[in-house]
């Protein structure tokens, strides 16, 4: 039930990408960093539509959560970059070549042959305060170092890092969704007058903002990579240290694992490089013809999403 899920999750993460990708790639770009990039999104009809379809990702993950480990349901959200890349080549028609097929294939194959190997257990430990105020700091700290690095360098390097900087808040949402979902396994009486709920909120709420800088700063080659490939690091490195999860390494599968996420990652990378992704967000900062317009065959009947 968890894996089916967290699929759902990232095919609907993968729809919210395209959709706010065209909400905010048109902001004026003294806009980074400030809450009018938001105000401006808020305008935009076809963000807001991105807003709900998140919404609806984020209570599959939750559900996810729910039923599977921390460092199971993370890695699988993943596929996202194979649901974007057929996303865009069904809705506008385009025709999908081999370079395509060998990074949703890697991408997939690396991710099956990860969750195989490892076969994550455990993650029934229940975290202190302690644990948890050491995690916070990290996270604090790794966001912090992330948007330092936005302030210079060329739009590439400061969208990778906006990536992150919004993985990180991510990752730590998700364990927060994790630790929610056993306070509601103790009963709902209680869930909302405990701390877990407002502090995944604001996490949650601290991701989307970067993100959209991320979406908006620079190409999605650099955004795109550093948001799905950082994200499931971290969560396996909070599932393992904050929840307790195992992950088999015995027997030589540490290095089948470690040849299976690199698989992953070239998937992940190859993907973020094709056509079809890279016009989701054109990279001289022009507004994405392709989004715009939707036609069999190429660009003309306008798309309005606004």
Not at 32 to 59: D, E, H, P, Q
Not at 174 to 185: R, S, V, Y
Not at 211 to 238: E, Y
């Amino acid at each position: 039930m968890a894996y089916v899920l967290a699929v759902l999750a990232a095919f609907a993460n993968a729809l919210t990408s395209v959709l706010q990708r065209m909400g905010v790639e048109t902001a004026p770009a003294d806009t980074n960093l400030k809450l009018s990039l938001i105000r401006y999104a808020l305008r935009r009809t076809v963000w807001i539509a991105g807003f709900l379809v998140m919404i609806a990702a984020f209570l599959l993950q939750f559900l996810a959560l729910h039923f599977g480990h921390l460092t199971t349901v993370q890695p699988i959200l993943t596929l996202e970059l194979p649901f974007l890349v057929a996303i865009l080549g069904i809705w506008f028609r385009q025709p999908l070549t081999w370079k395509e097929w060998v990074g949703a294939i890697s991408a997939a194959g690396g991710l099956a042959s990860f969750l195989a190997l490892s076969a994550p257990s455990g993650g029934n430990q229940t975290p202190g305060l302690d644990d948890w105020g050491i995690v916070t700091v990290a996270v604090i700290a790794g966001c912090s170092l992330a948007v330092l690095l936005t302030r210079v360098g060329s739009p590439a390097w400061r969208a990778a890092w906006f990536g992150v900087a919004g993985a990180i808040a991510f990752a730590f949402t998700a364990a927060l969704i994790k630790t929610m979902n056993d306070e509601i396994n103790r009963g709902w009486s209680h869930v909302f007058l405990s701390w877990p709920p407002y502090a995944m909120a604001g996490a949650g709420l601290v991701g989307v903002f970067l993100a959209q800088n991320a979406f908006h700063v620079g190409p999605v080659t650099a955004s795109q990579s550093a948001l799905v490939i950082v994200d499931p690091l971290v969560s396996i490195a909070i599932g393992i240290g904050l929840f307790g999860d195992h992950v088999q390494t015995g027997g030589g599968r540490l290095i089948g694992e470690v040849l299976a996420m690199m698989v992953l990652f070239a998937g992940v990378l190859s993907l973020t490089r094709s056509p079809l992704v890279l016009h989701v967000k054109s990279e001289d900062g022009e507004e994405a013809h392709m989004l715009g317009a939707r036609r069999r065959g190429g660009p003309g009947t306008a798309w309005e999403s606004s």
